[in-house]
């Protein structure tokens, strides 16, 4: 089978999942080294509910598709797909599972005494209860950049599989 060029939305995820990188790393603390458990088929359960181990398994996800955009290096439609499907869910949580667990470590009656301390004008909070935050709103359209590859992706190779180079 002949290969494709790779579409330019595919070719500019460099950028884009250098930053979901960075951000889902500093978003859970993902440490540098994460380790997993394959001592029975099992183990994964505990593991596969954490957020900070989600959001490393999607880092690795990140990496590959890093990877595999960069031109010259060859992969085929059929895995983009699979990588982007398997991204997915997690970036979709991502930022619910953020404010989950920022309300979890959350040290409340400590929180409110400094709000009560901080004069009013310098509270940085928000104005209005349905404020955007802007970082989740970046988040999501890094996300949909995501989307935007794989379409092209599936279009440039006619809906087959296809080799990209």
Same mark, same amino acid.
């Given at each position: 089978?002949?290969?494709?060029?790779?579409?330019?939305?595919?070719?500019?995820? +460099?950028?884009?999942?250098?930053?979901?990188?960075?951000?889902?790393?500093?978003?859970?603390?993902? /440490?540098?080294?994460?380790?997993?458990?394959?001592?029975?088929?099992?183990? $994964?359960?505990?593991?596969?509910?954490?957020?900070?181990?989600?959001?490393?398994?999607?880092?690795?996800?990140?990496? &590959?598709?890093?990877?595999?955009?960069? /031109?010259?290096?060859?992969?085929?439609?059929?895995?983009?797909?699979?990588?982007?499907?398997?991204?997915?869910?997690?970036?979709?949580? &991502?930022?619910?599972?953020?404010?989950?667990?920022?309300?979890?470590?959350?040290?409340?009656?400590?929180?409110?005494?400094?709000?009560?301390?901080? /004069?009013?004008?310098?509270?940085? &909070? /928000?104005? $209005?209860?349905?404020?955007?935050?802007?970082?989740?709103?970046?988040?999501?359209?890094? +996300?949909? $950049?995501? +989307?935007? &590859?794989?379409? $092209?992706?599936?279009?440039?190779?006619?809906?087959?599989?296809?080799?990209?180079?």
């Amino acid at each position: 089978m002949e290969a494709i060029d790779k579409p330019d939305e595919l070719l500019a995820l +460099h950028d884009v999942t250098g930053e979901l990188f960075t951000t889902l790393q500093r978003w859970f603390e993902v /440490p540098d080294r994460v380790t997993i458990s394959l001592q029975d088929v099992d183990s $994964a359960v505990a593991e596969l509910g954490d957020p900070v181990m989600i959001a490393a398994m999607a880092m690795r996800k990140l990496q &590959a598709l890093r990877l595999l955009s960069q /031109p010259g290096v060859r992969t085929s439609t059929d895995v983009v797909v699979a990588i982007v499907q398997d991204l997915d869910r997690a970036l979709l949580q &991502a930022p619910t599972m953020r404010l989950r667990r920022a309300a979890e470590q959350t040290d409340w009656d400590r929180a409110f005494e400094q709000l009560v301390e901080q /004069p009013q004008e310098t509270q940085d &909070a /928000p104005t $209005a209860g349905d404020e955007e935050d802007a970082e989740v709103t970046r988040f999501r359209e890094l +996300h949909g $950049a995501l +989307h935007t &590859a794989l379409r $092209a992706t599936v279009e440039a190779s006619d809906g087959e599989i296809r080799y990209l180079l």
